[in-house]
C-alpha cells in the first residue's frame, strides 16, 4: 500500500517522497516535511506501539505539525481502527490539516484498493503544491 501511495506522489511534478518502511523516523524529521502519510494496519482494534510511541514523543517535545498536510492509510480484519485514530491525532492533536477518510483496505488490497493508494498519494501532492 505504502508504494502505491508512493507511486501516486511521484505522478504529481515538483513534489518529493521519502518513504520510511519502519518507524524509524524522529519527530523532529516530521516536523521538516510539508505532508505526512501515515500507513498502519490495526492489531486488536488499535495500532502498533511502535506508532504509539512516536506520536507520544512529538506531543511531549512539542513539535508544531500545525498546517501540515496530514493523511492516513492501513488495513484491517475486522475493524479498521488505527487509520483513523491516527489521522484524529494529526488533525485534533497537532492541528494537521488531514485529507479525510483515512483509505482503508481490508486484509491484502486488490487491484482496486492499490488505485485508491496511487489516488491518495496524488491527492495528497496535490494539496502540498497548493500549500503557502
Known amino acids: 500500500m505504502a508504494k502505491a501511495v508512493v507511486e501516486g506522489v511521484k505522478s504529481v511534478q515538483g513534489v518529493e517522497v521519502r518513504l520510511s518502511t519502519d518507524i524509524n523516523v524522529t519527530p523532529e524529521e516530521l516536523a521538516s516535511e510539508e505532508a505526512i502519510v501515515v500507513g498502519m494496519p490495526t492489531y486488536h482494534h488499535d495500532m502498533a506501539r511502535s506508532m504509539k510511541s512516536l506520536l507520544e514523543e512529538v506531543a511531549v517535545k512539542e513539535i508544531d505539525l500545525r498546517g501540515k498536510i496530514g493523511a492516513s ?41 492499490l488505485r485508491e493508494c496511487r489516488r491518495l498519494g496524488k491527492s495528497v501532492a496535490e494539496h502540498v503544491q497548493k500549500s503557502p
Open 73 to 113: 492509510f492501513g488495513s484491517y480484519g475486522w475493524s479498521g481502527e488505527a487509520p483513523r485514530l491516527i489521522l484524529e491525532i494529526m488533525e485534533n492533536r497537532f492541528g494537521m490539516k488531514v485529507l479525510k477518510p483515512p483509505l482503508l483496505a481490508r486484509y491484502t488490497p486488490d487491484e482496486k484498493g
